[in-house]
């Protein structure tokens, strides 16, 4: 069942400082994404920095408006829903943000930290409130004792706990995490990813789980969407995303992870080749975005744009080396 669903969502900035803007100017961020999260699943969003990754976050959350396209939430078209309207469901769709200390204030004490989305969506008062926030501490494995404390008291795995707790509180459905853990280092990482799958299983949540980490998606993620200069380019089971993937870019991601999942291969540059293609006006109009970087690209990628396909059951790709070609099982 559909939890969340976008279909062709758009979000173009222009470029500012022109007297007369034109289509030059013209910055697509988001470009016709239609994905979905399914109840109770894991959907992991890689892709370099700039790829659009954290837009399209905030334009699930309703914090941007889209340029064109549909969002769906729960089956409801909440496209156009205004922002007082919005608040009656972002309850039910919280995002755990990348760098905690700097999320919070440093004068609150975490008690009111975590309990500050209940004042703002739910009208709480205090002593209620504190019940459900020792409880929401709780299930992140924060002792009461955590609620006096203040941000620079804690750990940055304590703050991550912290910044989850408050993303429980208000009972969301989809937790969008957005690079949640980038800032700890290995094994912090996979105890926040085994306590976001423990409190998958408790709470029934759904995930979009926002990284560049590609090591951490196999292992956490149902299924993975690998963006790049704003579009989709494959969606394919998280668990074999080593063995199948076919787009150059998703291999370059794959190339490019280091050692600590050795089912994923090295990397002799340790990053992806190339630089990054934005598509910023100019030249975005026509041709696969990955041309310039791409070591396959062939004299059709110039000039037409692969639509996303599906190649296997569940596998999706866009890219002319796989045109009209079903890889086989
Ligand atoms: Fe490379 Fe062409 Fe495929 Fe783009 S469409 S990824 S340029 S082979």
Not at 221 to 231: E, I, L, P
Not at 314 to 327: G, R, S
């Amino acid at each position: 069942m559909r939890l969340i669903e976008t279909e062709g969502l758009t979000k173009v900035y222009q470029r500012e400082g022109h007297w007369f803007p034109s289509a030059n100017d013209a910055m697509p961020a988001v470009d016709r994404v239609s994905l979905h999260v399914d109840k109770g699943e894991t959907l992991g969003l890689v892709g370099e920095s700039g790829s659009g990754k954290s837009t399209l976050a905030r334009l699930l959350l309703g914090l941007e408006t889209a340029t064109e396209g549909r969002l769906l939430f729960g089956g409801e078209d909440v496209t156009r829903w205004g922002f007082k309207r919005l608040r009656t469901i972002r309850g039910r769709m919280q995002m755990v943000f990348q760098n905690s200390y700097s999320s919070f204030d440093p004068l609150f004490t975490v008690e009111r930290i975590v309990g500050e989305p209940l004042s703002n969506y739910r009208g709480m008062l205090a002593r209620e409130r504190r019940c459900v926030v020792l409880e929401s501490l709780d299930m992140v494995g924060l002792g009461a004792a955590y609620a006096e404390r203040y941000p620079h008291e804690l750990s940055g795995g304590q703050l991550q706990r912290v910044n989850i707790a408050r993303a429980l509180v208000l009972q969301p459905e989809l937790l969008i995490c957005d690079e949640p853990f980038s800032s700890l280092d290995f094994k912090l990482r996979r105890q926040m990813l085994v306590l976001l799958e423990e409190l998958k299983i408790h709470l029934g949540l759904s995930y979009l789980y926002i990284t560049h980490d590609l090591s951490s998606v196999s292992r956490f993620c149902d299924r993975v969407a690998v963006m790049y200069g704003g579009q989709i380019v494959e969606t394919l089971p998280a668990a074999r995303i080593a063995e199948d993937a076919l787009h150059p870019y998703t291999r370059a991601l794959l190339d490019a992870v280091p050692v600590q999942d050795p089912r994923l291969r090295r990397s002799k540059t340790g990053r992806p080749f190339g630089d990054p293609a934005l598509p910023q006006g100019e030249g975005v109009t026509q041709g696969c975005r990955f041309c310039s970087r791409c070591p396959a690209a062939m004299p059709v990628c110039t000039t037409v744009e692969p639509a996303l396909v599906r190649k296997r059951p569940f596998h999706e790709a866009a890219c002319h080396l796989y045109a009209n070609q079903i890889v086989k099982e």
